[in-house]
T-cell receptor
Framework: DAGVIQSPRHEVTEMGQEVTLRCKPI?????LFWYRQTMMRGLELLIY????????DSGMPEDRFSAKMPNASFSTLKIQPSEPRDSAVYFC??????????FGPGTRLLVL | QKEVEQNSGPLSVPEGAIASLNCTYS??????FFWYRQYSGKSPELIMF????GDKEDGRFTAQLNKASQYVSLLIRDSQPSDAATYLC????????????FGKGTRLSVIA
């Protein structure tokens, strides 16, 4: 298996622009997680899905953030409009129920 | 508020020595405990997990859990330069489907 796939790996954008991050979970995994990592706050859970349904989005910082999972093999995290404080590494992770959680390589976002 | 606390470090140990990494957690209902290693610029990768009080050994790594004290640790024997990384402690509330809560990590430096 190729593991969790994320794209793009790096994104540089200007404040106010829309940013879309993409994730393909490991095949067969029924849970998908979006995390954000910064030096100050560490690894924060933003939202997670089970069988494509959002279960808990309480970690989404603002209405500017939204996430979707239209099918079992694809999820997006969108920031609109982006702000400099959104600069971070965004990780997607997936797992089967009760099993080990695997992380993707991350998307490094810089908002200027 | 579920919290996982780690000393941010850096923890510096000589090559060949034992590195001891510590983690405390706030929620007494926590059932599963995980140690992830994260190299600079990379994503977290699972080293080992522990569910029961006591020690669990895997090669040079030993996880120790004390639920009464709400304390979990990771020992790395015969530390190598390749062990230099940030070690993240993660806790899951129950054995089911809740997401992992991560500490901010401890940065380990191995001195040759």
């Amino acid at each position: 298996d190729a593991g969790v796939i994320q794209s793009p790996r790096h994104e540089v954008t200007e404040m106010g622009q829309e940013v879309t991050l993409r994730c393909k979970p490991i095949s067969g995994h029924d849970y998908l997680f979006w995390y954000r990592q910064t030096m100050m706050r560490g690894l924060e859970l933003l939202i997670y899905f089970n069988n494509n349904v959002p279960i808990d989005d309480s970690g989404m910082p603002e209405d500017r953030f939204s996430a979707k999972m239209p099918n079992a093999s694809f999820s997006t995290l969108k920031i609109q409009p982006s702000e400099p404080r959104d600069s971070a590494v965004y990780f997607c992770a997936s797992r089967e129920t009760g099993e080990t959680q695997y992380f993707g390589p991350g998307t490094r976002l810089l908002v200027l | 508020q579920k919290e996982v606390e780690q000393n941010s470090g850096p923890l510096s140990v000589p090559e060949g020595a034992i590195a001891s990494l510590n983690c405390t957690y706030s929620d007494r209902g926590s059932q599963s405990f995980f140690w992830y290693r994260q190299y600079s610029g990379k994503s977290p990768e699972l080293i080992m997990f522990i569910y029961s009080n006591g020690d669990k050994e895997d090669g040079r790594f030993t996880a120790q859990l004390n639920k009464a004290s709400q304390y979990v640790s990771l020992l790395i024997r015969d530390s190598q330069p390749s062990d230099a990384a940030t070690y993240l402690c993660a806790v899951k509330l129950n054995s089911g489907n809740t997401p992992l809560v991560f500490g901010k990590g401890t940065r380990l430096s191995v001195i040759a």
